[in-house]
């Protein structure tokens, strides 16, 4: 199992423990000999808003009667760093995680410590099905979104001042995405209580509207906005058009050809950051006017004409302007911390973007040769079955 007596250190819930766990542990364990540090029931309801449905003394248990696992210990601490006691105890010579783990402030502690920071790739062992809790909680194929370009034309206090589009595209949960990313995760919550396990049949911007309604009831005081339900629904790509003071697109336009859908799909990477602050809001400190919302309408309609010609320098250069559009307007988007975060990766690809606010989600990049520990995402075609 070991390589020289190295130290392994592998650290996260595993909850609902299943094959694509196994892999993982056993991939870590070709390293040496694998420590695995498991989150308190405490730390994961802070984190993900919910208690693991297997207790830590139980999922502990589990770990440690593995054969490729030398230790398993629960935690001592808190947040997204919940193991350093642990680290500073193991002294570990290799620190590995999986491309969904990832995050920024992993990666920099390991580099201060002079520890090997190795990510893997999520892959299952042969012949079985690519697995991760979050799916086997829900056993759900709902999507998620990513908002493109021009986010937040969708909401009447932004588009007052100048009318444009949403670009979006819905994406098959192909990995466990960050809870509260900026990929509609509260919207597709409330498709998983509506629909359950799936997307119903039926005409896409109908579902879309009862998503829409369900999310945001009579008297509901801060809207959603429409885009969320569209992006998670609407298959492919899709421009939505909003007009003044519209809380609904006046028109939709579709984009399924799978030549496109290839190339977009092959631009686009995701680097994970850490969770935004508690206290985080990203309504504070707005200064939203005529200038800016047109900055963003007209960036946005220049970012989805670059799709269309799949001419990537131009692709990157308004995805960028359409992200700045949106930082102008919203400031309390880019804190501190992932505005480092972008400043070690900016010049790695053509062009960047949040797909959340204020950390908590991912860096986008687009670029023409693969980044590095870069997650790439599957559109979803018509059909998901």
């Not at 892959?123 to 979104?145: A, H, Q, W």
């Not at 896409?204 to 992006?231: R, V």
């Amino acid at each position: 199992m070991s390589q020289g007596n190295k130290k392994v250190f592998v650290s996260g819930c595993f909850d609902l423990l299943h094959s694509g766990h196994i892999a993982f542990l056993e991939t870590s364990a070709s390293y040496g000999d694998l420590y695995v540090c498991i989150g308190s029931d405490k730390t994961v309801f802070d984190l993900k808003g919910r208690y693991p449905i297997i207790t830590q003394q139980e999922r502990k248990y589990m770990i440690q009667a593995l054969r490729c696992v030398h230790t398993c210990k629960i935690n001592k601490g808190s947040g997204i760093l919940d193991f350093e006691q642990e680290l500073n105890e193991i002294k570990p010579d290799i620190f590995v995680v999986n491309e969904d783990g990832n995050t920024p402030s992993k990666a920099k502690l390991c580099e201060s410590l002079g520890i090997e920071y190795i990510v893997l790739d999520r892959i299952p062992s042969e012949g079985l099905p690519v697995r991760s809790t979050t799916t086997l909680r829900t056993n759900s194929i709902i999507p998620f979104r990513i908002d493109i370009a021009g986010g937040w034309l969708d909401q009447p206090y932004v588009n007052k001042h100048y009318p444009g589009p949403v670009i979006t595209i819905s994406i098959e949960p192909t990995i466990e995405f960050n809870n509260r990313s900026g990929m509609s995760s509260s919207t597709r919550n409330k498709a998983i209580e509506l629909w359950k396990s799936k997307l119903p049949d039926g005409d896409p911007e109908l579902l879309s509207k009862i998503l829409f309604s369900y999310e945001n009831p009579p008297g509901t005081k801060t809207i959603a906005g429409s885009q969320d339900a569209l992006g998670i629904v609407m298959p492919g790509l899709n421009k939505l058009h909003y007009s003044k003071d519209q809380y609904w697109p006046s028109e939709i336009q579709k984009m399924e050809e799978e030549e496109i859908l290839n190339w977009l799909e092959s631009k686009l990477y995701l680097i994970p950051l850490d969770p935004r602050q508690s206290d985080y809001d990203v309504l504070a400190n707005t200064n939203i006017n005529e200038g800016a919302a047109k900055n963003l309408a007209t960036a946005t309609e220049n970012c989805w004409n670059a799709i269309l010609a799949k001419d990537s320098l131009s692709f990157g250069k308004y995805f960028l302007a359409s992200f700045h559009a949106q930082i102008a307007m919203f400031p309390n988007m880019l804190d501190e911390a992932t505005a480092q975060i972008i400043e070690k990766y900016k010049n790695k690809g053509l062009g960047y973007k949040l797909s959340g606010a204020g950390g908590g989600g991912y860096l986008i990049l687009v670029s023409d040769t693969p980044i590095e520990n870069g997650i790439q995402i599957k559109i979803r075609r018509r059909t998901l079955d």
